[in-house]
Antibody
Framework: QVQLVESGGGVVQPGRSLTLSCAAS????????LHWVRQAPGKGLEWVAV????????YYADSVRGRFTVSRDNSKNTLVLQMDSLRVDDSALFYC?????????????WGQGTLVTVSS | IQLTQSPSSLSASVGDRVTITCRAS??????LAWYQQKTGKAPKLLIY???TLQSGVPSRFSGSGSGTDFTLTISSLQPEDFATYYC?????????FGPGTAVDIK
């Protein structure tokens, strides 16, 4: 069965960096675009970034462009989100999600999320 | 593209018919999905392409609309349906979600 498992969350000071990973299994990883979505505590969903199936095309939300970098390793079935210059308002539960189709028609599988807390 | 949802919250009883609307700031054809999220859980896909029911989702859920105005309907609310519902547009990057509609027990 399809599984997405995020890791790498934790507590970090403002201005520092953190790297999140998403390990995928149960499907042909290299056939799917993958997305990051975040949710601040008690708030709604915010789309963060996408990377195409071959890793060549990436898009970002305005709020993270220039600070976050999405990448993938199709040989290891792993998605990565490098987060630099973190701010307090980046604190959130970060989900990876599988896009169905490219352009995507929907997100059909989601991980359980990894929590990032940015605090001094 | 901004999405608005109404109402932001509602109270309903088991068996009620519930309707949630989602409006896009510009036309998005039928590139809209609906998700259900329960507390402490990841979102779950309900509807995509504005009206296509995801496999395994009960038929009491339905979606309609195109362009800028969309609707999610639950024909007969069940206890397990109390949750927050989000619409999402997939017509253009950056993708966006609506602010959510919380459905709770009256």
């Amino acid at each position: 069965q399809v599984q997405l498992v995020e890791s790498g969350g934790g507590v970090v000071q403002p201005g520092r960096s953190l790297t999140l990973s998403c390990a995928a299994s149960g499907f042909t990883f290299s056939n799917h675009a993958l997305h990051w979505v975040r949710q601040a505590p008690g708030k709604g969903l915010e789309w963060v970034a996408v990377i195409s199936s071959d890793g060549r095309t990436k898009y970002y939300a305005d709020s993270v462009r220039g600070r976050f970098t999405v990448s993938r390793d199709n040989s290891k079935n792993t998605l990565v989100l490098q987060m630099d210059s973190l701010r307090v308002d980046d604190s959130a539960l970060f989900y990876c999600a599988r896009g169905n189709g490219d352009p995507p028609r929907h997100f059909d599988y989601w991980g359980q999320g990894t929590l990032v807390t940015v605090s001094s | 593209i901004q999405l608005t949802q109404s109402p932001s919250s509602l109270s309903a009883s088991v068996g009620d018919r519930v309707t949630i609307t989602c409006r896009a700031s510009q036309a998005i054809s039928s590139s809209l999905a609906w998700y259900q999220q329960k507390t402490g859980k990841a979102p779950k896909l309900l509807i995509y392409g504005a009206s296509t029911l995801q496999s395994g989702v009960p038929s009491r859920f339905s979606g309609s609309g195109s362009g800028t105005d969309f609707t999610l309907t639950i024909s007969s609310l069940q206890p397990e349906d109390f949750a927050t519902y989000y619409c999402q547009q997939l017509n253009n990057y950056p993708l966006t979600f609506g602010p959510g509609t919380a459905v709770d027990i009256k």
